[in-house]
T-cell receptor
Framework: ETGVTQTPRHLVMGMTNKKSLKCEQHLGHNAMYWYKQSAKKPLELMFVYNFKEQTENNSVPSRFSPECPNSSHLFLHLHTLQPEDSALYLCASSQDSNRDYGYTFGSGTRLTVV | EDQVTQSPEALRLQEGESSSLNCSYTVSGLRGLFWYRQDPGKGPEFLFT???AGEEKEKERLKATLTKKESFLHITAPKPEDSATYLCAVLGSNDYKLSFGAGTTVTVRA
């Protein structure tokens, strides 16, 4: 375990379903991120939260809705997804004042949209 | 916008056969260049941060080096357990988020 826990590990959902991904960190970090990883493509940053405030929405479609109730928890709410949204969704955290030490990633949620 | 290009896309090595991975980058004021290792079904695991040209860091069979335009990850006498995807990322002075390359998938055969 890296200190960043993501659930579920795998998710299969239909295009009309609503589901949520959960991320939890107990590293004392105050910045949290959602990334999308598709095969043979660079990690795509989706959302950034600093001290619970969303500081970036990287032109992500509205069918993805993030929520950060506190500095330790981050959610990604999913609804009416498309098959091309199938990917590995990674959560990461960092210490805002020490971002030079890189991010700590969770193991990801493998999402399949059918 | 920061850009990171990694090559080759895939690398197949025999155990003990040393090689290097390349990470070319374009960034406005480099604050740090990061190397991560990613195993199948897992998230990236932090390996190194390099801050300035000429800097080198080592960890077991891995050695990372940095110039003003690129970084190399040298794998010396690799073992099968070194098989993974290696990701490179940069952090620029005008930004607060990492920009990643697509990665190099290394397979080491016994």
């Amino acid at each position: 375990e890296t200190g960043v826990t993501q659930t579920p590990r795998h998710l299969v959902m239909g295009m009309t379903n609503k589901k949520s991904l959960k991320c939890e960190q107990h590293l004392g970090h105050n910045a949290m991120y959602w990334y999308k990883q598709s095969a043979k493509k660079p990690l795509e940053l989706m959302f950034v939260y600093n001290f619970k405030e969303q500081t970036e929405n990287n032109s992500v479609p509205s069918r993805f809705s993030p929520e950060c109730p506190n500095s330790s928890h981050l959610f990604l709410h999913l609804h009416t997804l498309q098959p091309e949204d199938s990917a590995l969704y990674l959560c990461a955290s960092s210490q805002d004042s020490n971002r030079d030490y890189g991010y700590t990633f969770g193991s990801g949620t493998r999402l399949t949209v059918v | 916008e920061d850009q990171v290009t990694q090559s080759p896309e895939a690398l197949r090595l025999q155990e003990g056969e040393s090689s290097s991975l390349n990470c070319s980058y374009t960034v406005s004021g480099l604050r740090g260049l990061f190397w991560y290792r990613q195993d199948p079904g897992k998230g990236p695991e932090f390996l190194f941060t390099l801050y300035s040209a000429g800097e080198e860091k080592e960890k077991e069979r891995l050695k990372a080096t940095l110039t003003k335009k690129e970084s190399f990850l040298h794998i010396t006498a690799p073992k099968p357990e070194d098989s993974a995807t290696y990701l490179c990322a940069v952090l620029g002075s005008n930004d607060y988020k990492l920009s990643f390359g697509a990665g190099t998938t290394v397979t080491v055969r016994a």
